[in-house]
């Protein structure tokens, strides 16, 4: 079964930063747009940012926009989210997706396979 795990979540301080890495066990990596999701304690899941899969195209949530980024590498089926000065308020479980065919980047339901997510939380 083709799975995506995500690595990376750990306790930081406001203001620190962290990169955090979701791989894929299939072997067409490079086919797929995959995005960034995240779920605080207490609220709807959220977009966070997605990338094409070639990587030319990237989409962030204005939440994040300039202190997010989103890179892949596609020869080792991996992508990332660096996330620098981070807030208390994005304590979440975050969690990477394959995104399929048509659909907007920014909506989950566009997504068909989902990793289990990593725990990132921001101490004040």
């Known amino acids: 079964q083709v799975q995506l795990v995500e690595s990376g979540g750990q306790l930081v301080q406001a203001g620190g930063s962290l990169t955090l890495s979701c791989t894929d066990s299939?072997?067409?990596?490079?086919?797929?747009?995959m995005g960034w999701f995240r779920q605080g304690p207490g609220k709807e899941r959220e977009f966070v940012a997605a990338i094409s899969g070639s990587g030319g195209s990237k989409f962030y949530a204005d939440s994040v926009k300039g202190r997010f980024t989103i890179t892949r590498g596609n020869a080792k089926n991996t992508v990332y989210l660096q996330m620098n000065n981070l807030i208390p308020e994005e304590t979440a479980v975050y969690y990477c997706?394959?995104?399929?065919?048509?659909?907007?980047?920014?909506?989950?339901?566009?997504?068909?396979?989902w990793g289990q997510g990593t725990q990132v939380t921001v101490s004040s």
């Open positions: 299939g072997r067409t990596f490079s086919n797929y747009a």
């Open positions: 997706a394959a995104k399929g065919p048509g659909g907007s980047y920014l909506d989950a339901t566009s997504y068909l396979r």
